[in-house]
């Protein structure tokens, strides 16, 4: 069983479209955070949400933490060719734990 | 500087073949991570250095050996790998192990190709 489960698993979308990825788990995460990573390169940390309920925009992209720390989700406004990429969700599960688990990934086309 | 970096960026190994992946932050970060990622799968856990002592292992095969010089620095010396070893070596680092918090930052990894 997939501790975090990220949907949908592919999806792809033309330029100017907006799209939502999903992070869901029955566990409750103390942190969580979004990277971005393009094909050969490293994850990109994209940001990390701590607090139940919190909300973090950055640029055409919003982040929000499910109010039991058990979900994430990203919404990405008016999608860029630029956007394109495999989207990862990571957190720490507990709060004694320190290890960072991974969903397996949205991979994110844009078309022009 | 969020930078984390790790050369070489590609590397073709015979099966061998003793190489080594290096990686290098500067961000005052004093835990270091490894993960193997295979294609479109999330990266999977190695080992993780915690102020220079290995803290996890995470059961990986003898033929991958970790050291942590300084606090900057993170290597993985490989030898005698298989083909099934091909995969994207990422470096990762953060602030220390805290719990219920780890904001990790990735370098742009090693390609390795084991013929």
């Known amino acids: 069983t997939q501790l975090l489960e990220q949907s949908p698993q592919f999806l792809s979308i033309q330029e100017g479209e907006n799209l939502t990825v999903y992070c869901n788990s029955s566990?409750?995460?103390?942190?969580l955070q979004w990277y971005r990573q393009e094909p050969g390169e490293g994850p990109v940390l994209l940001v990390t949400v701590v607090t139940g309920g919190e909300v973090k925009k950055l640029k055409r992209l919003t982040f929000q933490f499910g109010d039991a720390r058990k979900d994430s989700s990203l919404h990405i406004t008016a999608a860029q060719p630029g956007d394109t990429g495999l989207y990862l969700c990571a957190g720490v599960e507990g709060g004694s734990n320190y290890k960072l688990t991974f969903g397996k990934g949205t991979l994110l086309t844009v078309n022009p | 500087d969020t930078e984390v970096t790790q050369t070489p960026k590609h590397l073709v190994m015979g099966m061998t073949n003793k190489k080594s992946l290096k990686c290098e932050q500067h961000m005052g970060h004093r835990a270091m991570y490894w993960y193997k990622q295979k294609a479109k799968k999330p990266p999977e856990l190695m080992f993780v250095?915690?102020?220079?002592?290995?803290?996890i292992n995470e059961s990986v095969p003898s033929r991958f050996s970790p050291e942590c010089p300084n606090s900057s620095l993170l290597n993985l010396h490989l030898h005698a790998l298989q083909p099934e070893d091909s995969a994207l070596y990422l470096c990762?680092?953060?602030?220390?192990?805290?719990?219920?918090?780890?904001?990790?930052?990735f370098g742009p990894g090693t390609r390795l190709t084991v013929l």
């Open positions: 990762a680092s953060s602030a220390r192990l805290a719990p219920g918090y780890n904001e990790q930052f």
């Open positions: 566990s409750v995460f103390s942190s």
């Open positions: 250095y915690s102020y220079e002592k290995l803290s």
